[in-house]
Nanobody, 130 residues
Framework: QVQPVESGGGLVQAGDSLRLSCALSGPTIRGYAMGWFRQAPGKEREFVTALSWSGSNTFYADSADSVKGRFTISRDYARNTVYLQMNSLKPEDTAIYYC????????????????????WGQGTQVTVSS
């Protein structure tokens, strides 16, 4: 059974860095597109970033509060894990962060719709204080 499991959340101050991990239990992450989403209190879940199944394409949110330039997604095949490195954190980054996986090798992006993903983790809380 494919199950993403997130870890690494916590309480940090504005300007700090945090790295989230998403371990994929079951098969290897090879052949899976992996994405990160977040949901702030009172808001809808939103796309953050994703890696295509081949690992050759990276996607970042284009929203006004874009994470591009501050957040980086990467994967470690040996550990079967995807990471979300978050730098220069802001209070508006406070949210539950979810990891998701998609196993369709015929699709190459974009990956900004949560409907795209078949498997979801339980989420990890990130709180950034001002």
């Amino acid at each position: 059974q494919v199950q993403p499991v997130e870890s690494g959340g916590g309480l940090v101050q504005a300007g700090d860095s945090l790295r989230l991990s998403c371990a994929l239990s079951g098969p290897t992450i090879r052949g899976y597109a992996m994405g990160w989403f977040r949901q702030a209190p009172g808001k809808e879940r939103e796309f953050v970033t994703a890696l295509s199944w081949s690992g050759s394409n990276t996607f970042y949110a284009d929203s006004a509060d874009s994470v591009k330039g501050r957040f980086t997604i990467s994967r470690d095949y040996a550990r079967n894990t995807v990471y979300l490195q978050m730098n220069s954190l802001k209070p508006e980054d406070t949210a539950i962060y979810y990891c998701a996986a998609d196993d369709d090798p015929t699709y190459s992006g974009p990956y900004d719709s949560d409907a795209r993903y078949k498997y979801w983790g339980q989420g990890t809380q990130v709180t950034v204080s001002s």
